[in-house]
């Protein structure tokens, strides 16, 4: 059975979105100088989730028991996102996040991580099952582009799903962009293994291998073994 390209594009932006997780994991991550790689992971996962709750979700809707995958779907990503501002605010030394530890942060993150990535990969398995090529094809696109256009914090209070949702996220992007400015933010839409980057249209459609793979998993495994104790 042929993997859709809404899989495909999936697949890849959990791979990338790991990546970039891996050095906000690091012990000096709160470092003045390395703060901003905890930026870029919180960035783009926010992005990810707005653009999925606006692209994917009501197409969910439509499916047997719509609501409640719906329902799923959000409680996770609310959970993860308020871990996600947690996380920011206990590294840039916000009074309110300082009592939270980092590795329990983290631990709580990785996990609502994985139920993220099953349900939604469970969810576009479901979507291509259902549609037929061209429309799994423009709704790759459209979630690819949504995500250029989304919120890059996250916003776990506000609403999530259907018009409100999609009023609540043009808002917070506007307001986003605005505070990234004044703070000096850099969002890395540049940024060389950063999901969106290199993912482009034809990738997807040609049905390629996903670029970075190898990389990433080298590059993990590196990081693994320069922290294990040296055996005497």
Same mark, same amino acid.
């Given at each position: 059975?042929?993997?859709? #390209?809404?899989?495909?594009? &999936? ?19 709160? /470092?003045?100088?390395?703060?901003? $790689? ?11 989730l707005a653009a999925a709750e606006d ?10 028991? %719509?609501?409640?995958?719906? #329902? ?13 501002? +947690? ?7 916000? %009074? ?9 942060? =983290? ?9 993220? $990535? ?5 969810? %576009? ?14 709704? #790759?696109?459209? &979630? ?9 914090? @996250? ?8 018009? @409100?949702? +999609?009023?609540?996220?043009?808002? =917070?992007r506007l307001a986003d962009r605005t ?13 060389? +293994? ?6 482009? =249209? ?9 670029? %970075? /793979? ?6 993990? @495994? @590196?990081? !693994?073994? $320069?922290?294990?104790?040296? !055996?005497?």
């Amino acid at each position: 059975m042929s993997v859709s #390209t809404l899989e495909k594009a &999936l697949s890849y932006e959990h791979l990338m979105i790991r990546e970039l997780a891996m050095p906000a994991h690091r012990s000096n991550a709160g /470092a003045p100088d390395r703060r901003h $790689e905890t930026d870029w992971f919180y960035a783009i996962t926010a992005q990810h989730l707005a653009a999925a709750e606006d692209v994917l979700l009501p197409r969910i809707r439509d499916l047997d028991d %719509g609501k409640s995958k719906v #329902t799923a779907y959000v409680e996770n990503a609310r959970l993860l996102e308020k871990n996600l501002r +947690r996380l920011k605010g206990r590294i840039y030394g916000d %009074g309110r996040a300082q009592h939270f530890r980092k590795t329990e942060l =983290w631990q709580r993150i990785d996990e609502l991580m994985d139920d993220h $990535e099953r349900i939604e990969t469970e969810y %576009g398995a479901m979507l291509s099952a259902e549609l037929d090529g061209p429309d799994i094809s423009d709704l #790759t696109e459209r &979630l690819l582009t949504a995500e250029e256009h989304a919120p890059t914090r @996250a916003h776990p209070v506000s609403p999530h799903t259907g018009l @409100a949702g +999609r009023m609540a996220h043009r808002a =917070w992007r506007l307001a986003d962009r605005t505070w990234d400015a004044a703070e000096g933010r850099v969002v890395p839409t540049h940024y060389h +293994r950063h999901p969106k980057h290199d993912s482009a =249209w034809s990738v997807y459609l040609r049905g390629d291998m996903m670029p %970075g /793979a190898e990389e990433a998993a080298e590059k993990e @495994a @590196a990081d !693994q073994a $320069e922290t294990e104790p040296r !055996q005497s």
